[in-house]
């Protein structure tokens, strides 16, 4: 979604404020626009695109005396991306930026246009500025101003505030969406995302619910939404990442895959550090929450609903224990029947994503055994308010589609299910050797990454194509959906998942030379036969088929297909953890063939931090 970075310092800040608009651009990149105070004034300055169009208008400027300032990067949702809508808005004498949507801005509009205030732009955030700015007219301080504006905006909204006629200071407020503070020296700074000035400070002070913050040189002053004064705790992390290096690499999607066999071991030895078994990771607070447990009910969106998908059947199949998935924009709207032994699993990348969150917090009046998340970033609102997570270590994801993340959140959830197996004697666990069952899948995913010579070689086929289908059955299904929304995603070709039985009951009409099939071979000799027979009927239909394939699997398979051949692996169960990879490669490959803006696909941003 939308990135907002500033700072207050002695020194001037410009430089600060586009680096990071760089460092946050894969959040949103529509619009981007500066604020700072430079002799009692505030210079404004916005471009449509990207945020070098914006530090090319920058440089025309003399902005050497500014050193207070804040800055976004726009991934439009209340009127279109234009220089008009684009952040930060202005009234009076004060400069907002803002990331969320205030659900009741029409109606705020219409009053504060009765009060005079004339609007340039579509925004919810043009208003909040209005609303600010009339607040201030009869509060104390900008502070009582901040509190009547969350007291008033309903939504998610995190906002950042300078007054060129409080010139030293910078104010925030935040309720819903992230917004952390880094402790510099002589110096403070603000952002959405930590890891923007991860190079900058080991210092975050993350702000809670409601929480208004006055922000100076030195001191950071925290009220609650009630007006009184808090501390909030420092926490100490390095978040070192080099966002601006690619590598060798022509994007950061190709990377974050190659990173894979890394961070899928790193994440194995967070749980499992080495020569420790997983009935060690099991700490006394998830024996008392696994000793409860006989449901599961998991929420989650885009990717990770996948990787929920893909845990629900691990959960049924290795620990036997019942498992519903729901999609967060559902379940926080549906009414839900909670049986009190039943655990509460969210899955995120980012742990910021606003669905995943009211869901969360809907869940925690139910009556559930515990929630749980498995979450990718430490200090995120997800993790900070769940009653115990796992950690994925998947590193910073930069690229808008999802791969590493997605990855490393399998392997966590793998870890966890086999936790709760064994904790509860699970016989389908027999004979299952767990630690054994992790102990090369670095090294299978490194091979399955060599699958890129033949992907390359059948990207061409899709370059021109409209459709393309993904079959997979049972734990293989919701690969081909994560396969069909990578494709969607960066290559803008429409695709559709289907487990392959379901193939005749409708889809199978679609299907000419037109339609390109993917298919996943499951190592199921029952299931193997059964999807043999239903890719019978594609083949017999002109369709064309691309089958991925186990290598072991490889020579008892004659259909008419491209054969993409994955490493030979040792449990059926981590047959989503190879399959997945060539997917990845070929949604990477087709779009690349496409000419497409792989890294930052059109209407996508990363973590949505909107409902
Ligand atoms: C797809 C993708 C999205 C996210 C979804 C949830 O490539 O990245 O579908 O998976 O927006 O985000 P998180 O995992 O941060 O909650």
């Known amino acids: ?76 949702t209340h009127g279109e991306p234009s220089v008009e809508n684009a952040h930060p808005h202005k009234s009076g004498n004060i400069a907002i930026v803002h990331n969320g949507i205030i659900e009741n801005y029409l109606e705020l509009r219409k009053e504060l246009e009765k009060e005079g205030y004339n609007f340039e732009s579509t925004t919810d955030t043009e208003v909040a500025v209005h609303f600010i700015h009339h607040a201030l007219k009869t509060s104390k301080s900008p502070v ?40 510099g020296e002589n110096e403070n700074y603000i952002s959405s995302d930590s890891l923007s000035l991860g190079h900058l400070t080991e210092e975050f002070i993350y702000l809670e619910e ?23 705790e420092i926490q100490h992390e390095n978040l070192q990442v080099d966002h601006a290096d690619k590598g060798d690499f022509d994007h950061y999607m190709l990377k974050e895959i190659y990173e894979q066999p890394h961070v899928v071991q790193t994440t194995i030895e967070r749980l499992m550090p080495q020569g420790s078994t997983l009935a060690q990771a099991v700490s006394r607070q998830h024996a008392a929450i696994f000793s ?46 909670v049986d009190n032994d039943t655990l509460f699993l969210t899955i995120s990348q980012s742990g910021e994503t606003a669905d995943t969150l009211a869901a969360l917090r809907k869940a925690q009046t139910l009556g559930y055994v515990a929630t749980m998340a498995v979450c990718n970033v430490a200090h995120s609102s997800l993790v900070r308010e769940s009653d115990v997570s796992f950690l994925t270590a998947a590193g910073a994801e930069v690229s808008v589609a999802s791969t590493k993340a997605f990855t490393t959140q399998m392997v ?21 050797d767990t630690e054994l069952l992790f102990a090369d899948l670095s090294e299978h995913i490194e091979l399955a990454l060599k699958t890129a010579e033949q992907i390359k070689n059948i990207a061409g086929d899709f ?47 679609l299907v000419d030379e037109n339609m390109p099939v993917i298919t996943m071979i499951n190592h199921d000799e029952l299931l193997m036969e059964k999807l043999i027979s239903n890719l019978n009927e594609v083949i017999t239909r002109g369709g064309k088929l691309y089958a991925i ?63």
């Open 1 to 76: 979604m939308c990135g907002i970075v500033g700072k207050v310092s002695t020194k001037p800040c410009v430089e600060f404020l586009i680096n990071g608009l760089k460092r946050l651009e894969y959040r949103g990149y529509d619009s981007a626009g500066i604020a700072v105070i430079q002799n009692n004034e505030i210079t404004r300055i916005r471009s449509l695109g990207k945020v070098a169009n914006l530090e090319a208008e920058v440089a025309a400027f003399d902005l050497e005396k500014a050193s207070v300032g804040i800055a976004h990067t726009r991934w439009a």
């Open 549 to 611: 394939i186990d290598e072991a699997l490889a020579p008892k398979f004659n259909l008419p297909a491209k054969k993409i051949i994955v490493p030979a692996i040792k449990h059926e169960h981590l047959a989503p953890l190879t399959y997945n990879i060539p997917l990845q490669l070929l949604s990477y490959y087709v779009a690349l063939e496409k000419g497409e803006n792989i890294d930052q696909p059109r209407n996508l941003a990363k973590s949505v931090t909107v409902e």
């Open 463 to 509: 370059k021109d194509k409209n459709h393309a289908l993904f079959l997979g059955r049972g734990e293989l299904f919701p690969i081909a959906m994560e396969g069909a929304l990578k494709l969607k995603e960066i290559s803008y070709i429409h695709a559709e998942a289907y487990p392959a039985g379901e193939l005749k009951h409708g889809p199978l009409a």
């Open 210 to 232: 409601g929480d208004v913050a006055e922000i100076t040189l030195n001191t950071i002053t925290v009220y609650n939404n009630e007006g009184d004064l808090v501390k909030r």
């Open 144 to 183: 009582e101003a901040l509190l009547k504006a969350s007291r008033t905006f309903h939504g998610a909204y995190a906002i950042a505030m300078i007054d060129s006629q409080i010139a030293d200071k910078m104010y925030v407020i935040r309720s819903g969406s992230p917004l952390v503070i880094g402790v």
């Open 292 to 337: 409860k447990t006989k449901r599961v009910q998991i929420v989650a969106c885009g990717s990770s609903y996948h990787v929920g998908l893909v845990a629900a059947e691990w959960f049924e199949q290795i620990a036997g224990i019942a498992t519903k998935v729901d999609i967060a924009s559902e379940y926080r709207y549906r009414r839900q029947m």
């Open 412 to 432: 966590t959830l793998l870890q966890l299910v086999l936790a709760l197996a064994m904790h509860r004697g699970a016989p389908e666990l027999k004979g299952v």
